[in-house]
């Protein structure tokens, strides 16, 4: 089950807001006064407005139940306090540092792909290995805003040209699918509907021989121009952030699967070099 929880909020609005992002985390109010340190009779006043919660009160909840940062500072507004959770641009002087560890990641790993994505999945960067895997997409899906995800599943995207489309395509709807009950993010609940509805492209490629990654992996493989390409791939996020827009962003690197790709990337990164 799906819950909408709205994603602006009015004075003493906290308590229906808190009972659906309790319903969404599908924790009782006997657990969440347990975890929070309160009576589950006052926790009952909150979500009925008999009671109204220290500013306190709402973090330590919040916390609880992992909102996300942006949604905290919704609950803190519901409850009639100012946000604690700035947003700054990615561009703002004072995420400088953010930005040299985004591109000492994503340049640390080259001759492989990595990207950097914000919450909606949009391309925030990449590394110079990345247009190997991108080659002959329809243009209009590389104009900014890239979005990574449609890249990915479109029909006129990456999708016909992976061998195990079916397998990749479940892997990434459902990865949307948990960041859509995670935070309950309208956009990416659109996005989801909209990949969802793409038909499945005819794959003229077909899938290459079976390999064992013991269940561990999700592999993706991709013909390019190159030949077939098979990656894996790891999330990294910012550890404690107190900023939203660093909360928000993910970086994805892709690792080679097998030698062969290893290969050719490091002859494409050779050729781009000269």
Known sequence: ???HV??????????????????????SQLDLSLDGNISARHLSFLETGRARP????????AEQLAVPLRERNVLLAAAGFAPVFSEKKLDDPALGAARQAIELVIRGHEPYPAVAVDRHWTLVAAN???????????????QPPINVMRLALHPDGLAPRITNLPEWRTHLLE??????????????????DELRAYPSPRVPHPPRARRDYAGMVVPLELVTDAGL??????VTVFGTPVDVTLSEL?????YPADEETAEVLRRAA????R
């Open 229 to 234: 390409l098979a990656f894996f791939s790891t």
């Open 128 to 142: 110079d290995a990345l247009p190997l895997l991108v080659a002959g997409v329809d243009a209009a899906l590389l």
């Open 250 to 254: 993910a970086l994805e690197c892709f």
């Open 1 to 3: 089950m799906i819950y």
């Open 270 to 273: 050779k050729s781009q070099s």
């Open 6 to 27: 709205s994603m602006s909020a009015t004075a003493n609005s906290f308590g229906p807001l808190l009972r659906e992002w309790r319903q969404r985390r599908r924790v």
């Open 54 to 61: 220290s500013r306190d009160m709402v973090l330590q909840l």
């Open 175 to 192: 990865r949307l699918h948990q960041q859509v009950e995670a935070t309950a993010d309208p956009v990416l609940v659109t996005l989801l």
